[in-house]
């Protein structure tokens, strides 16, 4: 499976960004795995930011609970985040993952990881 992330992009705080993410090539079993969306700002650690299960729960990193909400489509083997209130604490390289425990990464690894979209904030 490998994952395409787009949608980043320069906006001002306060505004809004949809990132979606497609997989390719073995996605014919992609409904039964979790995806979701990381994130890694210069100089810290890569964080969890959201996560959506196969059947359609979800969770959020606290910071962007209100803010940002995220979404699949199975038949169409994306995941979304659409991101609003931006803040410029929210500036980091964005990544999709999917992975086959939930929340993702439980186990310290990811099975699919996308390249990333950049994400800047300005204040």
């Known amino acids: 499976v490998q994952l395409q992330a787009s949608g980043g992009g320069l906006v001002q705080a306060g505004g809004s960004l949809r990132l979606s993410c497609a997989a390719t090539g073995r996605t014919f079993a992609i409904s039964r795995y979790h995806m979701g969306w990381f994130r890694q700002a210069p100089g810290k650690e890569r964080e969890s930011v959201a996560g959506i299960s196969s059947s359609g729960t979800s969770y959020y990193n606290e910071s962007v609970k209100g803010r940002f909400t995220i979404s699949r489509d199975n038949a169409k083997a994306t995941v979304s985040l659409q991101m609003n209130s931006l803040e410029p604490q929210d500036t980091a390289v964005y990544y999709c993952?999917?992975?086959?425990?939930?929340?993702?990464?439980?186990?310290?690894?990811?099975?699919?990881w996308g390249k990333g979209t950049l994400v800047t904030v300005s204040s």
């Open positions: 993952a999917v992975d086959n425990q939930y929340p993702l990464g439980v186990r310290g690894r990811i099975n699919y």
